[in-house]
């Protein structure tokens, strides 16, 4: 079976491509690229004027909360959700319930995607049992059963002999250890960015120091161990600097950083919503300064994923008082129109760029296939409609949870279709392509 | 029209608080602080009668939901309610159904069902009142809440001072103590600077909020820079149970470095007044001679909570308008 991607603008930065080119599509993967291809016998997907064709995106940073929270989300509808939202995989912590340990947790959540057969699922394991912080988890266990790294996300690792412990021993599978940087005596029992805004709402402070505390010894961590060391969720200006300064001394240190991070600041904690708990997040908003420091890592190269951190909580568990709220926000859904409008169009990165973000790099750090559309690859594929007005619309998320500081938010930019090894998984009804053949 | 006379004009249209609820002073125009102010007056003289009740809320319900005990707030308001004929409801922790685990949200709606006309709410969390006034209908009354605000105490703070100074503008003004967690602080801190007072705060570094500074006030941790000339010095509690958290050696220290003595009284202006917000931690942030003596204003801070609590109950009500139309 073929089909014939027509007239798109192909943009494939792993294998410097940027124009319009036609992309053939047979069983299940990418065959050619190319101007003018021949159609053949293939089913002709004409890619209107102005679509972007890109590998298709990955998101490393998901909470899929199954199992054991299936009340927030599902493997099956996070998988929906990330593919409405333009990704074709997404890796997903292992904080649930059980944690992500052992082989059985793996696997099961790998069934589970199996079922929903829409995203792909690359489980990250516990960097220790129980992700309390004392015993290593069974590492090798987990990487043959299918985790891609190890992370004790929602905390950091324990001590720091502990992640020196565990960046020995995963680098021996060449698995990253992904951290979530804090130091949890500094944030103590904050809530919300320490500055002006919490000050005056009386909330409870977390320093950025708290977070680049974290990053700066991971990143000499990784240094006295040679193993790579991803930083999750990054948000402070000075955490910014240290993976800069990491990189400049050869580290192999990597950073991701969520839209909301880029987007927003400490300010949408008084206003418009004075308290919304769909503002809570942790690492918290942050002030300006570090917020134009994540743009600035963004457009200068520091960055090198966007990952979204998508977090659901059920609306009961957010509609309390702000200090007994949950962390996080859902993401999968917002991150491409919060992205296209933001970085592309607010002219501070190339849509090339993007896709490296968002695509290549994951793929990269996580030594998974995808990332590229080289022939033989396969054929998983993001169209994005870069000028399509999007309005954000909480009740309409895929997601099971609506947990979104971003509702009735108007975007420029959007997914027009998701496409998984050569199938069509998702079709945004409001693009042209939703009334045509996919 | 020059600037001046339309300020003016704006300012004698306020007659009412056109607003659902009190959530904190910072939403407060210069104009509705005077104009609770000036009630607070009328309301006064209605505690000097022999009969102490004017039917201003009659038939209307008060739920006094206190999540934290609290003495002098709660009883305060409940005095202020019944001056007003209202009839009120006291519901306190610990005695309802939020020990069986029963959210916030739920346990208003619930109060909700049975039409109460205003809930006065005090709460550990910040922003609880916010978030029970986009679940409610009641006017929401903010009785404290957690770190953020406590708007009446600082009304009734006001008001004292007024009563003595005749203004605010202009005088200096000097907060001290455990300025972190006090949501007495951020309420007087709005309030004294909406209305042209220059406001000095004071604490150990460990206990001054961040930005402190974008607030419109001096900050400092030389406490004998904060009393100098000041025209009010105003004292916060340190709660006891914040040594566990290291922001301090000692209360033995505290005293040593902070306390209000005698002896740093002299720095201040010579008709200074002495205020604290209660409960005192007598020889902690305030030696118990200035406490018990001439310049201390503490008990009529007390008083005068009553009447401001009256205004601010009668004026959300609707004031004169709900009593004409009744």
């Given amino acids: 079976m073929k089909r014939l991607l027509k007239g798109g603008r192909v943009v494939d930065p792993a294998n410097g491509v940027d124009g319009v080119h036609d992309l053939l599509i047979e069983d299940g993967r990418i065959a050619r690229v190319g101007r003018d291809l021949p159609v053949e016998g293939a089913t002709v997907v004409e890619i209107p004027a102005g679509f972007v064709v890109c590998p298709g995106l990955i998101d490393m940073h998901v909470h899929l909360r199954e199992p054991g929270q299936e009340h927030k989300e599902t493997v099956a509808t996070g998988v929906a959700s990330a593919v409405a939202g333009g990704f074709t995989a997404v890796a997903c912590m292992p904080n649930t319930s059980p944690v992500n340990d052992n082989a059985n947790v793996t696997s099961l959540i790998l069934a589970r995607a199996n079922e929903a057969n829409l995203a792909r699922v690359y489980p990250i394991g516990a960097v220790s049992k129980g992700s309390k912080g004392e015993l290593l988890a069974d590492i090798a266990e987990l990487k043959q059963a299918g985790c891609v790294a190890i992370t004790d996300d929602g905390h950091p690792v324990a001590t720091a002999l502990l992640m020196r412990r565990a960046l020995e021993y995963a680098g021996m599978f060449g698995m990253p250890v992904i951290e979530h940087c804090e130091d949890p005596t500094l944030k103590g029992d904050g809530v919300a960015h320490e500055g002006f805004h919490a000050s005056s709402l009386g909330l409870r402070g977390i320093p950025g120091a708290a977070e680049a505390l974290g990053v700066e010894r991971g990143v000499l961590l990784s240094e006295l161990t040679g193993s790579a060391f991803h930083v999750a969720h990054m948000s402070a200006r000075a955490s910014m600097r240290a993976v800069r300064k990491g990189k400049e001394a050869g580290v192999r240190v990597t950073c991701e950083v969520a839209p909301h991070h880029f987007t927003l600041t400490d300010e949408a904690l008084a206003s418009p919503i004075p308290y919304d708990t769909n503002v809570k997040m942790n690492p918290p908003l942050r002030e300006a300064a570090d917020r134009d420091a994540m743009l600035a890592g963004i457009a200068d190269g520091t960055v090198d994923a966007i990952a979204t951190d998508h977090a659901p909580h059920h609306y009961d568990e957010k509609k309390v008082e702000f200090d007994r709220a949950p962390f996080g926000i859902v993401g999968l859904e917002t991150a491409v129109p919060l992205a296209l409008d933001r970085l592309v169009h607010a002219g501070l990165i190339r849509l090339p760029r993007l896709v490296e973000l968002m695509s290549a790099a994951p793929a990269r750090i996580l030594r998974v296939a995808g990332g590229s559309l080289a022939p033989g690859s396969a054929a998983d594929i993001t169209i994005l409609a870069p000028d399509l007005k999007v309005r954000i619309r909480a009740s309409q998320l895929r997601s099971r949870s609506k947990n979104t500081p971003f509702d009735g938010w108007e975007l420029r930019g959007g997914v027009a279709a998701t496409i998984v090894g050569g199938r069509t998984v998702y079709v945004n009804p409001e693009t042209v392509m939703g009334s045509g053949v996919i | 029209m020059n600037t001046t006379s339309q300020e003016l004009d704006q300012k004698q249209a306020v007659t009412a608080l056109r607003r659902k609820d009190l959530l904190g002073i910072a939403e407060l125009s210069p104009g509705e602080i005077e104009l609770v102010l000036d009630t607070a007056e009328a309301m006064k003289e209605v505690g000097t009668r022999p009969i102490k009740k004017v039917p201003a809320l009659r038939g209307k319900t008060v739920v006094n939901l206190f999540y934290e005990p609290s003495t002098r707030t709660r009883t305060s308001f409940e005095i ?30 619930n109060l909700e069902a049975m039409s109460p006309d205003m809930i006065v709410l005090r709460h550990a969390s910040s922003g609880a009142c916010h978030f029970l006034s986009r679940v409610c209908r009641s006017a929401i009354i903010n009785a404290g809440d957690g770190m ?11 008001f004292t001072i007024r009563e003595r100074k005749k203004r605010l503008a202009g005088l200096k003004i000097a907060i001290i103590g455990d300025l972190l967690h006090s949501r007495v602080l951020r309420s007087n801190i709005h309030l004294l600077t909406k209305l042209g007072a220059n406001v000095w705060v004071c604490g150990p570094p460990t206990l001054i909020p961040a930005d402190i500074r974008r607030f419109g006030v001096t900050a400092t941790s030389a406490v004998e820079e904060a009393v100098h000339d000041a025209d009010v010095i105003m004292l916060l509690r340190i709660q006891l149970e914040r040594m566990e958290g290291a922001y301090f050696p000692s209360l033995r220290e505290y005293f040593r470095v902070f306390g209000m003595t005698e002896a740093r009284l002299q720095l201040a202006r010579p008709d200074v007044m002495i205020m604290h917000p209660g409960p005192m931690n007598r020889g902690v942030e305030i030696a118990s001679e200035v406490a018990d003596g001439p310049y201390s204003v503490i008990l009529d801070q007390v008083a005068n909570g009553v009447a401001v609590r009256m205004a601010v109950l009668y004026l959300l009500a609707g004031g004169a308008e709900h009593e004409e139309a009744a």
């Fill in chain 2, 148 to 158: 953020h605000e406590h708007p009446t105490q600082a009304l009734l703070d006001a």
């Fill in chain 2, 80 to 109: 202020a309610e019944k001056r007003l004929s209202a009839d009120t409801l006291n519901i306190a922790i610990g005695t309802s159904s939020v020990v069986k685990g029963e959210t916030l949200a739920d346990t208003a709606l």
